[in-house]
């Protein structure tokens, strides 16, 4: 058995339920987006640079992309939507993934 389960598990994956189960975790996470954005402002704003990664892993911590319904047996379900210039951005990129996956499938 795998005594390092936990590593198996990414930060982004997990985060809607770390910040909508405490106000304080909410909190931090919502601080540690902000700081990282702005540690990372300069990959962020290269128009040479790739930085489509850390833009959807920014966005996962940002609580204003999620949406809370209560649902009549008392629970909540958590709904995250992603910005629309990333909406657009996926939908630019899926052609282009698909003929990658068909290339990955070609005999050597």
Excluded at 39 to 49: A, F, G, H, M, T
Excluded at 63 to 68: A, L
Excluded at 91 to 101: A, G, H, K, L
Aim: charged share 30%.
């Amino acid at each position: 058995m795998d005594q390092m389960q936990h590593r198996s598990i990414k930060l982004q994956d997990l985060a809607p339920r770390l910040m909508f189960d405490n106000d304080h975790t909410l909190e931090y996470l919502n601080e540690r987006r902000i700081a990282w954005a702005k540690r990372w402002e300069r990959w962020l704003s290269d128009q040479n640079s790739d930085s489509s990664d850390l833009e959807y892993f920014l966005a996962r911590f940002d609580p204003s992309n999620y949406t809370i319904t209560d649902l009549p047996d008392g629970f909540q379900q958590i709904e995250h939507r992603w910005p629309e210039h990333l909406k657009q951005r996926a939908r630019e990129r899926r052609p282009r993934i698909r003929i990658e996956m068909l290339a990955l499938q070609l005999p050597h």
